[in-house]
């Protein structure tokens, strides 16, 4: 029942714990630690990381952790100086700090989702492909995020992407993040990853190379900081994401998935391996 339903006398229904964000913004990192990283809702994505103006937050992306962490001593791992003193950063760019996802949902279209509107809000539905055949064949499926990434670049509306790449040779099959500002390294970062890596930790590597106008790519996790960035109005940090592609996906796995699973299991050593496809 909803709350005007309730019978005279039953106590008021309790305050939800995610609410809708009003107010002057004032949540800082000891609250970031208490309610994300530590509980169990921090996907890794690495946002607080790039957002935080004092370099005070590491973020350790290797197996068995992909977690941010407060690197400053004197008030230890759950609380921040600059926090206190009213920085604001980690939190504005958390995309699942308190009420993120209605605050994504109204920045980019004016509106709430329905309940049927499981998968999100959209304006269409399409099924396509590139018509390149040589993206067509390189990408993961039909290659079309490469040749979104591919003309953006070339119609001059990006100057760079945050992508990943597979480290050295390709044949670890550990994912690294990085950037592409040509075609070469957009096919070069073409193919699904299905280890985890955190693309926003690009970001200051594509601002050191003076790019300006980026795309984010990455899974949802990853791709709802972008908006909660704009609504939360987080500042300079998120002005040069112009373009925002979120890749489908339900979940995704740590890089010990090839020791303990595909060659302690299945014999298949890493390095062996070709293309992974994993549908289902």
Known sequence: MTVTDAPAGDAP???PFFTREEGRWTHQWKELYEEVITS???????????????DVIGYEHREGHYKPFHLEDELGLSDCVHGQKGCTSCTRACPRFRDWEPTADEHLFARDRLPEEIAGISEQVLLVRASDDHV???????????AILIWLLDEGYIDGALVSYLEGD?????????VATNKDEVLAAAGSRYTYCANWLAYDEAIEQGLSNLALVGMGCQTSSAPVMWARK?????????????LLCSKTFD?????ELFDAKYGIKRESIKKMNIKG
Do not use: M, Y
Request: net charge positive; aromatic share 6%; charged share 20%.
């Open 13 to 15: 229904a309790p305050e």
């Open 40 to 54: 169990g809702l921090c996907t890794g994505c690495s946002a607080c990381v790039i957002s935080c103006p004092h």
């Open 136 to 146: 067509h064949e390189l990408g993961q499926d039909g290659g079309l995020v490469s």
């Open 170 to 178: 390709g044949s670890t099959w550990r994912a690294k993040p990085g």
């Open 234 to 246: 987080i500042g300079k940090v998120g002005k040069p994401i112009k373009f925002n592609i979120g």
């Open 255 to 259: 890089d010990r998935i090839f020791d």
